[in-house]
């Protein structure tokens, strides 16, 4: 079959998009499931396969969906923007009316300081912004990290990424240096929550003085890793780090790619949990609801350096993107989502540390709000990375009609982050059915 020739104005086989992906596509491309899984249709929280099956999404396409798949409201500002013939693309050259609105409601959800925005196409993209601005404002270069972090997949983002299964490409850019990982169920100095004293964020200190000149441009963290495990260090860490990084005359970056727009609850960003006030912060996924946007938000001061400079994105003032994101922002305010998601988060990690009591597998459960992490083990005494078990908990989970993702180093760290628009029934539901499916592997595995 001459595959490029059948494929017009009609919806494609399962086998079809497979034999494409294959021979058309990069070999990167792959898919979570034994089976694939084709989704045909969304709506809200909730998804459909190719055979018409229901399931309920707890990993909003990787922590992106946070309004709602096909939001009502966002689905009638995009079409009337296009049955009103309004330009389909801009750039920032020109002006636009989404791109400004966008502006004003974010820097009107930002800490206090943080008021000049740009737009990017991803997470990535913003990363990269940081970076750059940071060397720009300071006329230093040095960047430091954690270990384990995920910035993005751009050569300077991948140079700052501390994982070896995502860092490709060969070397990266220069000057950047990685610190300690603050897990504290994996511990590097085996503390306990009553013998801590924040060598982790010590370690930041020590990290500079070794590996640097002393003088650095910044540091980008992420308020709890995502593709790390969804690790959340202790709140005291924080403060600490952020106190070293200005000893040293860096600015603070705080990757809020995952955390971002009320996710983890109480809050807008992630980072303000902790009691500091970054110089600088990048955010997409949720922050667009699918669409391709990313956004960096910084001070007067910093913003400033760029006086000068020409720095350009074609789709920076994309509307139907900046439309989406703008109406997002906006459903994710009236609907009041930083308690839902304190709340029902909640009543998630309560439901599955019950759970743990019991369990052969679950080694922790973490999180905040709607951003929850389950790390399996193979031996909760040795904490044996429990690679396979999370395969199989993703193929059950997925049999019952649950649809979670995956994270950590080591592939064992089970990750819910739902769409924010779920209910009381809808959290339940995913400790009742998360719980089968640990049960099922445990049965299939042997740890009964």
Known sequence: ????????????????????????????????????????????????????????????????????????????????????????????????????????????????????????????????????????????????????????????????????????????????????????????????????????ADDVEETIKTTT??????????????????????????????DIVKKYGGIYISDEVQTGVGRTGGHWFGVLHNGITPDMMTMAKGFGNGASIGALVTRDEIADSMKGKIHFNTYAGNPWATIQAAETLSILEEENVRDRCARFGELILSGLRELQKTSKIIGDVRGRGLMIGIELVKDKRTKAYGTEETLEVLEEARDRGLLIGKGGLYGNVVRLTPPMCITEENAREIVRLFGEAVRATEKKLGYE
Not at 145 to 160: I, N, R
Not at 172 to 188: D, E, F, K, V, W
Not at 219 to 239: A, H, L, N, R, S
Request: proline letters at 6%; charged letters at 20%.
């Open 213 to 242: 000149s002393g003088e650095i441009a910044g540091m980008i963290v992420e308020p709890v890793q995502g593709v790390g495990g969804f690790i959340v260090p202790p709140k005291e860490y924080f403060p600490r780090v952020y």
């Open 1 to 200: 079959m001459n595959t490029t020739n059948n494929i017009a104005n009609r919806e494609l086989s399962t086998e079809e998009i497979l034999k494409i992906r294959k021979e058309r596509m990069l070999p990167s491309v792959t898919h979570t499931y034994r089976k694939p899984l084709h989704v045909k249709k969304a709506s809200m929280q909730w998804v459909w396969d190719a055979e018409g099956r229901q399931y309920l999404d707890a990993f909003g396409g990787i922590v992106t969906i946070s309004a709602g798949h096909n939001h009502p409201r966002i689905k009638s500002r995009i079409k009337s923007w296009l049955d009103e013939d309004q330009p389909q693309h801009t750039t920032v050259f020109y002006l636009s009316s989404p791109v400004a609105e966008l502006a004003a409601r974010l820097t009107g959800m930002t800490p206090e300081g943080l008021k000049r925005a740009f737009f990017t196409n991803s997470g990535s993209e913003a990363n990269e912004l940081a970076i750059l601005l940071a060397r720009q404002y300071t006329r230093r270069y040095e960047i430091i990290a954690l270990k384990h972090c995920y910035h993005g997949g751009t050569t300077g983002t991948l140079s700052l990424v501390a994982q070896h299964t995502w860092k490709w490409g060969g070397p990266g850019l220069s000057g950047i240096s990685h610190a300690a990982q603050p897990n504290c169920y994996r511990c590097t100095w085996g503390a306990k929550p009553d013998t801590c004293a924040l060598e982790c």
